[in-house]
């Protein structure tokens, strides 16, 4: 650690997950942390919005899962979750809606979910328990092993216990294949493909490596943070200044002075200050390609246009002045084929045929985000990158969406509206500098893992390392989460060899 003398100062550019959790950890270990954001609000794609009518909206994510990504982080500076926020278990996890009368209720508990595998087909309570067994070994080995790796060689990996697993890792099966071996229903398959979607690419695509996220999902629960993500966001904050970080809202950092290889001087809108090394935690790409001069640059456009982006979205936040009896926390709507619409995303980019969709009712565990009597809907359709989505689409699809939704419910929704905003493609470019407007980063493909993502460090200016989303490990929170972690751990390397 860079000791009192040589107290070093460290800018960080964006304030989402992964810039939070790299200031905290340099902070922790002596610099002088000082964070930037474009935005007025801290916390980047998991912001919230409270209106004027009473609701208050997560912008971003609403699955909390791996809790324990989030429990290290905490008790990393002697804190623990339950500290700053309080997690509710959700039971049912969530729901899954085939058809009007085909809704399939997730528990959380693991002997109820045995048995309605075993109710839907026979035989298959024993392969999921197979299953399972599988993928707690692979998240058990992921998370010990793979994830806090910086991906900067293949030497990180020669491990006895990684290559004596390397077959049961599965890194080289799909986790489609892997599914079917155990399930024939097209409803388990569907429900065990499903975390896929929260690593951006189809299950086709996806390593079976990736049925970690099985475990994650199915046996380590699907949770709440009363308040919402945004109190996630506040506790890490919190965190982030005892230990000293200073925060910067609404300004934007527009580019470096760089000199023998080396960031001198951080710009931002309103000025210039010298700082030792700098985290870049907004999107790699916006800082690869726009803050950098080319000569200082990772990587071309070449490279960049050929990457496999995740999804982006097209959301609707509605309050609705009253209740509506059959929501459930989470819905998913899987009453579309579900490769028509990946197809769609990945393969022939268009605005989908035959959407599917997620429903999230937060006011249904949390009586504090919409007036009493009311709801909070949040709802997500995920969209290919890049595509133009003027207010004729957004109502186009709103109306596609809400008489789905209605005919689910049984009910009108439309009708009973007190708020309502869109947000889609280029308001993510607009707000966050997303490349493509991407809403989570870079698909989890094998082609796109490990070393083969875009590096965590900056090769040509010593003292740049990237976080965030599009590098290692991946898309989500808790990737999110240790991507600061591993970037923070370089940057010290670095510093303390100087
Ligand atoms: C709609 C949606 C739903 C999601 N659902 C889930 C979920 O349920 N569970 C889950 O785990 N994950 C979910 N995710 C993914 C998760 O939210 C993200 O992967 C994660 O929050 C990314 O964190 P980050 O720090 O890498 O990036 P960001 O949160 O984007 O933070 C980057 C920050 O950099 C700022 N910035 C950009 N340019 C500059 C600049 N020039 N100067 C200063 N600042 C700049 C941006 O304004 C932003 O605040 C979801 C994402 C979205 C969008």
Known sequence: MPGPNTIKNIAVIGSGFAGLSAASYLAKAGCNVEVFEKNEDIGGRARQMRTDNGYLFDMGPSWYWMPDVFEKFFNDFGYKPADFYDLRLLDPEYVIVFGKDDVMEVPASVPALFGLFERIEKGSADALKLFLREAAFKYRVGMNKLVY??????????????VKGLFRLQVFTSLSAHVRKYFKDPRLVALMEFPALFLGAMAEDTPAMYSLMNHAGLKLGTWYPMGGFGNVVEAMKEVAVRQGVKFYAEEPVTGFKIKQGKITNVETQYR????????GAADYHHIDQKLLEPQYRNYSPKYWAGRVL???????????????????????????????????????????TKPLFYVCCTSKTDANVAPEGHENIFILMPLAVNMADGEEMREKYFEIIMKRLEDYCGESISDHLDYKKSYCVSDFKNDYNSFGGNAYGLANTLSQTAILKPSIRNKQVKNLFYAGHLTVPGPGVPPAIISGNIAATQLLKYLQNQ
Do not use: M, N
């Open 149 to 162: 790796k910086p991906g900067l060689s293949i030497r990180e990996f020669a491990d006895a216990e990684l």
């Open 272 to 279: 210039a200050r010298e700082f030792d090394g700098v985290i």
């Open 310 to 352: 995740a999804p982006s979205a097209l959301i609707y936040y509605l309050g609705v002045t009253k209740k509506v009896k059959k929501l459930k926390h989470h819905t998913l709507f899987f009453d579309e084929d579900l490769k028509v619409h990946a197809q769609q995303i990945y393969k022939q980019p268009q605005w989908p």
